[in-house]
């Protein structure tokens, strides 16, 4: 690699690298994103590498890897271009029959291909699926298409020409201006307007200043950053050096979490690339403009997302928050002007850079501008990541994007912003979301992570669960939220263990607004919004706990039975056998049991029963 | 893995000996130890200058460190949210009830550590289960049985 010396120096790069990708007849793209990844899919890269060398065509068709394609729930995908042709659920022996049909001929696998669950209709190019059609695909456009550890691939596609306009002419306060225009806001939480950071950091006083990248995603449930920063790195890596160049840093750190060791290893590669190519380090592209880019893994400390926690952990101190009245801004790490954005954010800039704030700014609602990234899962048909405009109905992103509920089941709600948000309900359905309605709904956008929840999901449970996440998390600096979220945590345990009492919900409420108002951080202020949203919506659910002893979606183990129905047991006694607490009785050939004084519920039976004769009451 | 300072001396230095390497030193010795040895404490807060105390505050601060040896083999059932609604804590209750330990513990074998992680960014696939550094998908309580037993008679 020779180092660019000029911004001609990397368009003649880039006409180079695609001259030579002149020769090369197909590209075959294989998933290795998170989904992918685990379902085997960078297994497939030497199966298909070996194969063409074999055949002696190596040279006419690229096996790139890349990141996430964002439909994870179809994984390991390949998509064969430049007709891209999908194929789905991809396995090791699949690949000979595919580059004997589809790389050298021009022939399907059928049987790979998406079909359509309702008219069993066959789709062969990707973005004719429904899934990928209703998308507007801007910032996670080229995750799927990058080569993940390659920089030539991001430069064969324009990578590094935002940050060329920039150094071609730009001042710095054109950039922060152009930001502002495009309307962007923080795509970790709060939504805070990114060219007003960038211009108070800018005017900051202080010889060192820093750009940093929030890559510590701890939305339990949220992945988009992990795909992104794994995928396509130098997309982040350009934006923030252009953030950079904007607000005359000299040092930049991407803080990302550990449970992300291939992010980590990426974007360090990214880094190194980018380095001996001149686009990071000492005089960029020539420009007399320096910067330089570090990785920090995090140590698994939710509270570590905060701002102040993360500059605070980046100096090797625990990942403790401070007041906000100084910011970060001005005083951050090393008490130096400090700029921090997500992920998503950072990876939005190169395109408002090439494309116009203008352009950015006419996407998406009044105050919500742009498109934004959906890690939508749990109880979902296509489990996966979402591109779409600010404002999209929640409708659309369930149901025609999303494919809905699996197995008939009803829509409940959704989850929204992590243990921060908050629970938005099915009557709600046709709500825009964007950062304004969301938080009216009683939620919050937060990171973008969308859990989807149908009728067995239990809302006392959800907040039983989070409030056992936040419990655990918090950092216990100050009283308000230490104490008040182990006090809530305690009543609710109570009503999902069926003891609750009169005047426990109110109880709940009351903790839950006097620790909004007293808590220092971000953590401590929004943690009792799982709860309060749930119980505004789905108050019935509380009581039906604490007055019925019930739990309707049949989830709070002190609340339910397990039974055997006479007619269906065959007497089989393979539930008995299988039952760790021998809590079945019952003669071989005879109805079977359940003595619910010894079940502990564990459920092992209903798994285990052929004749579907067990059920939860 | 056998603990020698030369191999903690040569995190640190590549870290650099100074207080915000710190997080990032201990890291990579929980890593290659799977626990933070207190020889290895004791090396790093010498070398970096500070109080072994402070070593420790952090040590203890982050979730990720263990200061007390590990399995052989390091289970992590994902307890995030996509996975808590498809059924993770259900796989936690059998693990637990098979291997007759709690979450958090090691078998007195050091055959296996049976942890909890918020989230691994693998939701679609959820729930999730990691053993070491790979990820496995769907799981249910039964796969996961099975998946311990498979462990255990790779290793005899
Ligand atoms: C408890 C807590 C956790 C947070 N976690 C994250 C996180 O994981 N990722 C993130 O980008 N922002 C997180 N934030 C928001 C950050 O404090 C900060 O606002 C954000 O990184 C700024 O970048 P943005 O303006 O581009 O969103 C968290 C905030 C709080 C209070
Ligand atoms: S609100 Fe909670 S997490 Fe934030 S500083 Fe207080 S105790 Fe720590
Ligand atoms: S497994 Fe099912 S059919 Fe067999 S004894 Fe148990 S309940 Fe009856
Ligand atoms: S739920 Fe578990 S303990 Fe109860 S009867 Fe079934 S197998 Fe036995
Ligand atoms: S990981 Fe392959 S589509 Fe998301
Ligand atoms: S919630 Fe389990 S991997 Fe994200």
């Known amino acids: 690699m020779s180092r660019l010396n000029s911004v001609q120096d990397l368009e003649r790069l880039r006409e180079e690298i695609n001259r030579k990708r002149d020769s090369i007849k197909k590209r075959i793209r294989i998933c290795g994103g998170p989904g992918c990844y685990s379902g085997g899919g960078v297994h497939l890269v030497p199966v298909f590498e070996e194969n063409l060398s074999q055949r002696q065509v190596s040279r006419e068709y690229m096996v790139t890897l890349t990141g996430c394609h964002g439909f994870c729930a179809r994984g390991p995908i390949v998509v064969i271009e430049p007709q891209n042709i999908f194929y789905e659920r991809v396995h090791k022996e699949r690949v000979a029959e595919i580059v004997e049909k589809t790389v050298l001929g021009d022939a399907l696998v059928e049987d790979l291909l998406y079909s359509d669950p309702l008219t069993g209709e066959k789709i062969v190019r990707e973005r004719d699926i429904p899934f990928y059609a209703g998308q507007e695909r801007i910032i996670f456009n080229d995750t799927g298409l990058n080569w993940s550890t390659d920089i030539d691939d991001y430069i064969s596609r324009g990578g590094y020409s935002a940050l060329a306009k920039v150094l071609s002419g730009m001042q710095p306060e054109q950039v922060i201006e152009e930001v502002k225009v495009s309307g962007l806001r923080g795509r970790g939480g709060g939504g805070f307007p990114a060219g007003v950071k960038w211009e108070s950091c800018r005017r900051a006083r202080g010889e060192i200043k820093y750009v940093m990248c929030n890559a510590d995603e701890g939305d339990p449930g949220a992945y988009m950053d992990r795909a992104l920063l794994e995928g396509n790195p130098h997309q982040v890596l350009e934006g923030m050096i252009i953030g950079g160049y904007a607000i005359g840093a000299t040092e930049g750190y991407v803080y990302c979490r550990y449970e992300y060791p291939l992010a980590v290893k990426n974007c360090n590669w990214a880094i190194q690339q980018a380095k001996s190519y001149g686009l990071l380090g000492e005089n960029i592209l020539g420009s007399g403009f320096s910067l330089d880019i570090f990785v920090n893994r995090g140590g698994g400390a939710f509270v570590c997302g905060e701002s102040t926690a993360l500059m605070a952990s980046l100096e090797g101190k625990i990942g403790e928050p401070r007041g906000k009245h100084i910011h970060t801004v001005e005083k951050g790490l090393w008490m130096r002007p400090s700029n921090l954005n997500n992920v998503e954010t950072w990876a939005s800039v190169p395109h408002i850079i090439n494309r116009s704030g203008k352009w950015f700014a006419s996407i998406g609602t009044e105050r919500s501008k742009g498109t934004k990234i959906f890690s939508v899962v749990g109880k979902i048909n296509n489990s996966g990541l979402v591109e779409v405009a600010m404002g999209t109905p929640l409708r659309k992103i369930v149901y025609d994007i999303g494919g809905g509920i699996p197995g008939g089941k009803r829509f409940k709600a959704v989850q929204t912003g992590g243990p921060s948000g908050g629970c938005v309900p099915e009557k709600l359905i046709d709500l825009p979301v964007d950062f304004e309605k969301l938080k009216q709904a009683g939620s919050m956008m937060g990171s973008g992570g969308m859990i989807i929840m149908d009728e067995d999901t239990c809302m006392v449970d959800v907040a039983r669960y989070f409030l056992t996440f936040l419990a655990e998390e918090s950092c216990g600096k100050c009283v308000p939220c230490r104490v008040g979220v182990k006090r809530m945590l305690e009543i609710v345990t109570r009503i999902c263990g069926g003891k609750g009492k009169p005047g426990d919900i109110e109880q709940l409420e009351e903790l839950g607004r006097s620790m909004k108002e007293a808590a220092l951080c971000g953590l401590g202020k929004s943690a009792p919004n799982p709860v309060l949203s749930t119980i505004h919506y789905f108050r019935d659910e509380y009581e039906a706990h604490v007055y019925e002893r019930r739990c309707p979606a049949k989830v709070c183990k002190a609340l339910i039975t397990y039974v055997i129905d006479v007619d269906k047991c065959t007497g089989c006694g393979r539930c008995r056998i299988k039952c760790p607490e021998g809590a079945i009785l019952g003669a071989k050939k005879e109805c079977h049991v359940i003595d619910e004084d010894i079940c502990v519920r564990c459920g092992i039976c209903l798994e285990s029963c052929k004749f579907g004769a067990i059920s939860i009451e | 893995m056998e603990f020698n300072l030369q191999d903690v001396d040569s995190i640190i230095d590549h870290w650099g000996p100074k207080p915000a390497s710190l997080l990032q030193i201990l890291l990579d010795v ?90 691994v960014g693998a939701c679609a696939a959820a729930p999730v289960v990691m053993v070491g550094e790979v990820t496995y998908s769907e799981m249910t309580p039964s796969k996961t049985s099975l998946l311990v037993k498979e462990l255990r008679e790779k290793e005899s």
Do not use: W
């Open chain 2, 30 to 119: 929980n890593h290659q130890y799977r626990y933070l040895p207190q020889e290895a404490i004791q090396r790093v807060a010498q070398r970096l200058s500070m109080p072994v105390s402070q070593v420790y505050s952090v040590a203890s601060f982050f979730k990720v460190f263990s200061l007390k040896p590990r399995g052989r083999v390091i289970m992590h059932v994902c307890t995030g949210t996509a996975c808590h609604v498809k059924g993770g804590p259900r796989i936690i209750e059998r693990l637990e009830q098979d291997l007759n330990m709690k979450t958090g513990e090691t078998s007195e074998d050091l055959f296996v550590t049976l942890e909890t992680v918020n989230c």
